[in-house]
């Protein structure tokens, strides 16, 4: 496999005025072609600097792909920089240069000189063309290095996406060859610590050294892919097994299984598809009343197209007068009680239960901090009730962390408590 070099070029990104979003798309579209990145790097877009890099990883059958700093500004140095660290000119392209033109008469506009660079291309090379931009996508060959590419890619993702994964994709895999991708199942934990996976996973997988494992960790969540090569011996009923022996050893918190294997891959479902598509099989509908949660469940769950189905809406109940007022939770227990209570969680779903005329409900309250807490009741500490006209359960919490983290994985507690009530329902026949 030619190593694969990734260089993210911007002064926004390393003095954190914006956030990266290239590595994980490119990481995750090369994997799925049997492709995987040897080295990424950040710089700063200033002289030299490109060049530098780009030399230092350039040798025969390397990749380098960088992103950004290809605009018409003066700050943008990237295609100077791949020149000088590959000794190949750059041309101006005359046919680049009147699209780019035209493009701009079409919307009323006219084109300065100064962007007169969009239009140089590598001598020795080839180009993409930017559909949504101006600064098309280069590609430097090397003469003193066979086999061996810079590939440089508009930084904004609106241009980059469309044109990595139309262009630029397709190109470099058909250029290297590079092998079928692994099989791949993952699984999909929730409320499951990292820790306590990998023990279970230890004797399971401990027959089995050539099998990959790599875990995404999230707040609440851990995904958890197991792979093989394609030419492995029996490399899908050997995956199948690892990952039916895993799910039997967390029966209650492995919400989805994806499969990737020589055919189209399995689509990937969080647990708010999980949980809202066990509503609409079963024609059934869900509300919330947040407290400490701010609307963090009502907001996942509408992320998703066609929620509208089977989620009824939400009420942020921050106040104990909108608890009392609009969830009729009683005066006497939020005076004994508190708002933070399992009295008051309680209520707060069978108040949503007849209001709203829904068929499930959460109810969250809890002390998300940084500040609020007591002795009796210490930030962190916070009551999750589910359920429906059958039955309300309620469960207490006292999680650490700072307050993102104390509200993030209460919303994953409530999701999970009421994804294990609807499977269990299922799985009973109710």
């Given at each position: ?92 392209d005359e046919s680049l240069w009147a699209n780019l ?215 942020i109940a921050y106040d104990n007068s909108v608890k ?106 109710t």
């Amino acid at each position: 496999m030619n190593p694969i070099h990734l260089v993210i070029i911007g002064d926004e990104l390393l003095a954190g005025k914006r956030q990266d979003k290239h590595l994980q798309r490119i990481a995750s579209t090369l994997a799925k072609r049997g492709a995987d990145l040897t080295t990424c790097e950040s710089i700063r877009d200033f002289p030299g600097a490109v060049t530098e890099t780009v030399k230092k990883n350039l040798a025969p059958n390397t990749l380098i792909i960088t992103t950004g700093g290809l605009g018409p500004t003066l700050d943008d140095l990237t295609r100077e920089g791949i020149s000088a660290a590959t000794g190949t000119g750059l041309r101006f392209d005359e046919s680049l240069w009147a699209n780019l033109k035209q493009r701009f008469e079409r919307r009323g506009r006219k084109i300065s000189d100064s962007s007169k660079s969009q239009a140089l291309v590598p001598e020795k090379g080839s180009f993409f063309q930017n559909h949504f931009g101006t600064a098309p996508g280069l590609v430097f060959e090397c003469e003193d290095f066979p086999n061996s590419l810079v590939v440089a890619l508009p930084g904004p993702p609106r241009e980059l996406n469309p044109m990595w994964d139309d262009q630029a994709l397709p190109f470099l895999a058909q250029k290297y060859q590079w092998p079928a991708p692994p099989n791949r199942i993952l699984l999909r934990f929730i409320m499951a610590p990292e820790a306590g996976i990998d023990e279970k996973m230890r004797p399971v997988l401990v027959n089995y050294p050539d099998v990959g494992l790599s875990s995404l960790i999230r707040i609440g969540r851990v995904d958890v892919t197991l792979s093989l090569p394609s030419d492995f011996p029996n490399s899908i009923g050997v995956l199948r097994g690892i990952a039916d022996a895993t799910e039997d050893k967390f029966p209650k918190h492995v919400f989805s299984r994806a499969e990737s294997m020589d055919t189209e891959p399995d689509p990937v479902s969080d647990l708010e598809e999980v949980v809202m598509q066990l509503l609409r099989e079963r024609g059934q509908t869900l509300s919330c009343a947040e407290s400490c949660t701010g609307g963090l469940i009502s907001k996942w769950l509408t992320d998703y197209p066609g929620s509208s189905d089977v989620f009824w809406g939400g009420l942020i109940a921050y106040d104990n007068s909108v608890k009392a007022n609009l969830l009729h939770v009683s005066e006497k227990t939020l005076a004994e009680e508190g708002a933070v209570s399992e009295c008051t969680a309680h209520e707060m779903v069978k108040g949503l239960l007849t209001d709203m005329s829904t068929d499930w409900g959460i109810g969250v309250t809890g002390v998300a901090g940084p500040g609020g807490g007591t002795q009796e009741k210490p930030v962190g500490l916070v009551y999750i009730a589910v359920g429906n006209q059958k039955r309300i359960e309620t469960k207490r919490f006292e999680f650490p962390g700072n307050r993102e983290f104390v509200r993030e994985l209460s919303a994953n507690a409530a999701l999970w408590i009421l994804w294990r009530r609807l499977i269990g329902e299922k799985e009973s026949g109710t």
